[in-house]
């Protein structure tokens, strides 16, 4: 402003350069965007996590279900080396066959046992999905916060930023320079 200006209350007055502030003020930005950024991430690792989950759920179903076939199968064999053993002890059969049996018997118990771990292990799995799930959230709010921080460096920085600019105090006339 020139002698003889009319200035309002608040009007820039003078604006002194300070290169750093600026440079504060725009960190501070870049900071907000990027964290806004890994917030996105986030949420799409929860999205992807809870889609595992589903996934562990469905394959205990899965298991169990395997667990019913082969429970089925092994009490079939187990009737049908039954009545091997009683056509071997009538002396109807050899006793190869039998053993051959009870070999698939013992097989189908194997299966059995096998299909039971399996079910246990897809429960940890999922036990391990539900960590994961949480996890993300927790990142979430993580991220959250980070962004509410870094806005308020933000209002630091601009705050700073301010003092490098002198306002008139009241509306009136420029009547001196100095």
Same mark, same amino acid.
């Given at each position: 402003?020139?002698? $003889?200006?009319k200035?309002r209350? =608040? ?5 002194i350069?300070?290169?750093? !502030? *600026? ?5 501070c ?5 990027? /964290? ?9 690792k929860? &999205? ?10 469905? !394959?205990i179903?899965? /298991?169990?279900? *395997?667990?019913? $076939?082969?429970?089925?199968?092994? =009490?079939l ?5 039954? /009545?091997y053993?009683?056509?071997?002890a &009538? $002396?109807? @059969?050899? $006793? ?5 049996e009870?070999?698939?018997?013992? !097989? ?6 096998? !299909?039971? %771990?399996?079910?246990?292990? %897809? ?8 960590? &994961? ?5 927790a990142?979430?709010?993580l991220?959250?916060?980070? @962004?509410?921080?870094a806005?308020?460096e933000?209002?630091r920085a601009?705050a700073? %930023?301010?003092?490098s ?14």
């Amino acid at each position: 402003f020139d002698i $003889g200006d009319k200035v309002r209350k =608040d009007e820039v007055l003078i604006d002194i350069d300070v290169p750093d !502030t *600026e440079h504060d003020v725009a960190r501070c930005e870049a900071l907000i965007l990027q /964290r806004e950024q890994e917030l996105k991430v986030s949420y799409a690792k929860l &999205k992807d996590a809870k889609a595992l989950r589903d996934v562990s759920a469905a !394959t205990i179903k899965q /298991r169990l279900a *395997e667990v019913e $076939g082969a429970i089925a199968t092994r =009490d079939l064999k187990k009737r049908k080396f039954a /009545r091997y053993q009683e056509l071997a002890a &009538k $002396g109807s @059969i050899v $006793g190869s066959l039998v053993e051959e049996e009870e070999r698939d018997l013992l !097989t189908s118990e194997s299966v059995v046992t096998s !299909t039971k %771990a399996n079910v246990e292990r %897809a429960r940890a799995d999922y036990a391990e999905s539900e960590s &994961k799930v949480e996890a993300a959230a927790a990142d979430i709010d993580l991220k959250s916060a980070q @962004i509410v921080v870094a806005r308020k460096e933000l209002d630091r920085a601009k705050a700073i %930023a301010d003092y490098s600019k002198v306002r008139a105090p009241f509306d009136g006339v420029v009547v001196r320079r100095t």
